[in-house]
């Protein structure tokens, strides 16, 4: 067989949602881009099932999130039930996020999500190419990447392991999965049911006898999902695992009408050492960077945040030679992921507790389950500054209202509005500010959002007023005394202050 080469400027191993979204936003950003997998076909069923607020929010923004919603079915709530009664609802978690235009869960399947990212794409994904091998390399002084495939080698700029937690990237690169292996076994059944059983669309977890091993996800379509664990730990078939939810559920009557999936998840807690190959031309994202229980909902959200944070930063790489930037991708997201394994740990090994208990620790880490609390340290190239009102360096940007003037009273809120790659200098106070003349200037973008705002033919965009989202459009927006904020490409903010070339020349350093 004729082995040919092909050319790209990235190379994506592993088409589920991490994978996918990178090339979609790669794609935006005018890079070429080869994506490839293992499996046959997209996923047909199963997995993850939920999108936290947080990626809500950044599949808006790369304009998924609009065919997704209609199909999907908002929760906000959580329920506890025990001993046939309904003992407690809770949604404080949700209902308080300030500045968050979908305070709430969207249940919607990976399949879902997955097609609607291949119906957008403008590329193929090469099913059943398994990637063999992949090395750094250097042609003619330049460092670049080979992916090795049955019929074909792919040589690009960068290369990306989204190959899931059996990742053969990050085993070649002999990169170490370190963490915990806890003795659990989670059964979880994509089903249809005729129930007595008062439904509703809340996350309810079942006790019994004073353990907390089973909830129940509402899901689109009326399907339910039941997550499982047994109190010896052990794995079961199926019928077992529906007579253990009838027992949960009793006095009400559960019938399984028809099943779609179902599938045993062992529990793994495990983070890659680095997310990086020597040269930094390989990078891991997704379950191949990091995998945890599946409490929580955080594997999906937390992969999708992974490739929102990547995309712009291998933009800048490829298209502008600022390799330095991706180093902040490992130094942010890398501790991101030891923040979720420990929080999904907690809620897995809180199970076998009560079912309080468990809701407990769900409100106390809450800023990972919605998404909307991740953060990141200041004081890096990429953080710089103080808080300016609700603007604070290295947290998201608020999805707020902007007022074309005084009399547009219904606004446009910033998450419809931005376009993936650009940092947005908001000029707080009305001072001018235009980028220099430098190789990074087509990179930054800058709206007037202060009160002296006028709108003319040469402004892009300019707004008289700020207000909040979730409270009310009447209410101005805390901007505290800074002169200017930036909004970074991934809608964190980066900088909040008056020095403004210095931040950029941090950021764009070579």
Known sequence: ?????????????????????????????????????????SLPVGRADALNARS?????????????????LKCNTSSTFADGNFVSRQNKWWVSLQNCYRPNFLMIGQSDVEATMHSMLDIPCHYNHEALDIEECTIDGVDLVRTIFADKVVVSKYA??????????????SIPFEGDKPNMNWHVLDTFIDTDFPCCDEII????????????????????????????????????IEDEIRKFLAPHRVDFKRTEWFSIFEIKERVA????????RIILAGDAAHIHAVNGGQGLNTGQADAFALAWRLALAVRGGWHSVLQSYEDERLATAKGVIDVAAKLVRSTVKTAAEYVELIEKNANYITGMGVTYDANTPVVQGSPAGIFVPGHRAPDIYLHADES?????????????????????RGQAWCPPEAPWAEWVETWDVSSKAKLNRNAVRRFARLSSVGVTKDTPVE????????????????????????????????
Not at 160 to 169: F, L
Not at 413 to 426: A, P
Request: aromatic content about 10%; charged content about 20%; hydrophobic content about 40%.
């Open 1 to 41: 067989m004729t082995v040919k080469e092909v050319y790209a400027d990235l190379t994506i191993v592993g088409s589920g949602p991490t994978g996918l979204t990178i090339a979609l936003l790669a794609r935006k950003l005018g890079l070429s881009v080869f994506i490839a997998d293992k499996a046959p076909t």
């Open 56 to 72: 809500q929010q950044t599949l808006e923004v790369v304009g998924v999130l609009d065919k997704l919603e209609p199909r999907g």
């Open 160 to 173: 990306i392991g989204a190959d899931g937690a059996r990742s053969m990237v990050r085993n070649v690169l």
């Open 205 to 240: 977890t079942f006790q019994l006898n004073g353990q907390a091993r089973i909830s129940w996800i509402p899901r689109e379509r009326g399907m339910a999902r039941f997550y499982t664990l047994l109190e010896d730990n052990s794995r079961a078939d199926q019928a077992r």
């Open 273 to 280: 050492k680095t997310y990086f190959s020597p040269k930094q």
């Open 408 to 428: 547009d009273v219904e606004g446009t809120r910033l998450y419809q509005m931005v376009s993936y790659g650009k940092f947005l200098v908001f000029s707080l």
């Open 479 to 510: 901007i505290g005394n800074a002169d200017f904020v930036v909004i970074r490409p991934d809608m964190y903010v980066g900088y909040a202050g008056s020095d403004l070339q210095g931040y950029f020349d941090r950021v764009f350093a070579s």
